[in-house]
Each structure stands twice: as C-alpha cells, then as structure tokens.
C-alpha cells in the first residue's frame, strides 16, 4: 500500500513539473494539461496474456494514428507499477516516434484514483472488459466496477448486453457515482480486447494474425468512442 502511495506521489510530482513545463513553453500551446483526457490500461496484456511487445506497438501506433486526425484530446496509458513492463516499452516507442507529450503520456496509479492520488484529471476511463460486461473477476474491471458502484452496472446494461472482441461501448456515468463525483469522471468505455489466455472463453490458440487485428480494431474503437464524447 505504502509504495503504491510513493508511486502516486512521484506520479502527481512529474504531472506537476510538465504542467509548469506547459507553462513556460512557448512553443507549446500551454493547454495540454486541460485536453480532455482518456485514461486507459493496456487492453488484453494481464489476465488477457497478450505479447508485450507485440501489443506496445499496437499502443503507440494507434495512438499516432488517432492524435494526427484528432486535435485538442490527449491520451494516457496508466498502470499500477512503475515497474510496469508495457509502461517501459510504450514510453521508449513513443519517444522514438517523438509523439508530443502534451497529447500522450504514461502514468503510473490506480486508473479508479487518477485526480484524488495523482492530480490526473480525466474525462474517460477505458475499461478492459470481459464479454458479458460483467462486474467483479480481475484486474481493472472488477477495479472499475467496485468503485463506480451499482450505478456503472444499471447504466452498462441500459447500453449493451455483451461486447464483440474488438469493440468497445462508452457508458454515460450517473453523477451518483463515487467514479464521477471524486475523480471527476464523466464515462467509462468498456473495451474487450483479444484473449490468449485458454483458460478463458474464446481463446485465440496463439493466433496472433487475428489476435493483433482485434487488438488495433480494439483501440481504434476505443479512441473513436472517446472523441465521440469529448468532442
Ligand atoms: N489501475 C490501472 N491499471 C490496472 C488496474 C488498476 N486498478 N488493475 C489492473 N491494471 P487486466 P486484460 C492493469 O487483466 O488482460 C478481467 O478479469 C494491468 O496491470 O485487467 O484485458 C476482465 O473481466 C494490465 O496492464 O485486463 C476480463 O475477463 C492492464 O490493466 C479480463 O480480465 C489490463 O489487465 C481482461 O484481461
């Protein structure tokens, strides 16, 4: 619990120093820090058992897609660990490929406590879902689930019964709910990525062809929802 607090810390501290970096630029447009901002974990890479490797570049490469056709919107990758292994692997890309780091960044906290532990303010927060959209299981969705409340599971249903690997649905939150009220944000987007994993349904068997088309399906789905509420 202690070095998850250190790292939200050290995650609030670096926010800061490029905001004041923002600041001072004159260059920049300054407004980097007031974009309105997706949140989102790295689909399908934990319980999923996606490549790392293979899924950074799905990362950084749909993610240069989506900010060249899209202005004014930034994207965040977040993970719980700063030893996050996709954190290191996405970071280096995104620095070779010199993607602006007011429209992307990494950032390391729990994706339920972005504003309240690490000053992060988000508009979105992608959800790694499982097909039913059901609460509970895992990883970030019973995370999300758990913290939003009931209200996330009534208004998930209102919208969608299941999901299709590759696409995603952008659920309205209920300004009941703690998600909305604490951290400030207004909804979360379900996305069910590809499943290597045989002890889950609808296992890949190692087919990273389709695996790696589902997973570039899944994040253009998710940016696409995202600028659809945000813009
Ligand atoms: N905050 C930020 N990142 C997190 C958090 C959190 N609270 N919790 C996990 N991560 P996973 P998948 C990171 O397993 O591989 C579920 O049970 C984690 O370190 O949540 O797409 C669903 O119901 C990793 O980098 O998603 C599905 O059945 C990333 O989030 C299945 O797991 C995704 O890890 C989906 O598996």
């Not at 407004?31 to 890479?45: D, Q, R, V, Y």
């Not at 990758?77 to 429209?103: F, Q």
Request: charged letters at 25%; a positive charge; aromatic letters at 8%.
């Amino acid at each position: 619990q202690q070095s998850i607090m250190k790292f939200f810390k050290k995650s609030a501290r670096e926010e800061n120093s490029q905001k004041e970096k923002e600041g001072a630029s004159s260059s920049g447009n300054g407004a980097g820090n007031e974009f309105p901002t997706l949140a989102f974990p790295s689909i399908s890479t934990a319980d999923f058992q996606f490549d790392l490797d293979k899924a950074s570049d799905i990362i950084v490469e749909s993610a240069q897609d989506f900010l060249k056709r899209v202005d004014n919107v930034r994207l965040a990758l977040v993970d719980l660990s700063d030893k996050s292994r996709i954190i290191s692997l996405v970071r280096e890309k995104v620095m070779k490929k010199g993607i602006d780091s007011n429209r992307f960044i990494t950032f390391v906290g729990d994706i339920t406590m972005l504003y309240s532990k690490g000053g992060l303010r988000c508009t979105a927060i992608a959800n790694a879902a499982n097909w039913r959209l059901k609460p509970g299981g895992g990883g970030v969705n019973a995370a999300i689930f758990k913290e939003a409340g009931e209200a996330l599971d009534i208004a998930t249903k209102e919208r969608a019964e299941t999901l299709n690997p590759g696409s995603s649905v952008a659920v309205p939150l209920p300004s009941t709910s703690p998600l909305y009220q604490r951290e400030g944000v207004t909804h979360v987007i379900h996305v069910l990525g590809p499943n290597m994993n045989p002890q889950r349904p609808n296992y890949l068997q190692n087919d990273y062809t389709k695996g790696c088309k589902i997973l570039r399906d899944a994040y253009s789905s998710l940016f696409e929802s995202f600028a659809s509420v945000a813009c």
